[in-house]
Nanobody, 122 residues
């Protein structure tokens, strides 16, 4: 089985910064894309940013220039550096693994973390 463990959420004032981490554990042979999604109260889950194994990235327009995703392939870990946070960034942030090859499992699978709450408020 594969588990994703997120950390780094919390309460921060507008303009502040937070760094989220997500470590994937289990018999993982490779991962295609790692990413972060978020879901604000009353809204649908949305893609924030994602990164491929080769380092290609994409970002939602709302976070471009403020958030940075990075990845440590050796540790199967993805990070999200969030700067200049705004109240509208308040949400539960979920880590996603897309296209993981896992020992003993045929084909590629997707996995989700349980989420970490980020609250931006004064």
């Amino acid at each position: 089985q594969v588990q994703l463990v997120e950390s780094g959420g919390g309460l921060v004032q507008p303009g502040g910064s937070l760094r989220l981490s997500c470590a994937a554990s289990g018999s993982i042979l490779s991962i295609n894309v790692m990413g972060w999604y978020r879901q604000a109260p009353g809204k649908q889950r949305e893609l924030v940013t994602a990164i491929t194994g080769s380092g290609s990235t994409n970002y939602a327009e709302s976070v471009k220039g403020r958030f940075t995703i990075s990845r440590d392939n050796a540790k199967n870990t993805v990070y999200l550096q969030m700067n200049s946070l705004k109240p509208e960034d308040t949400a539960v942030y979920y880590c996603n693994v897309d296209g993981a090859v896992v020992r003993g499992i045929v084909g590629r699978r997707d996995y989700w973390g349980k989420g970490t709450l980020v609250t931006v408020s004064s």
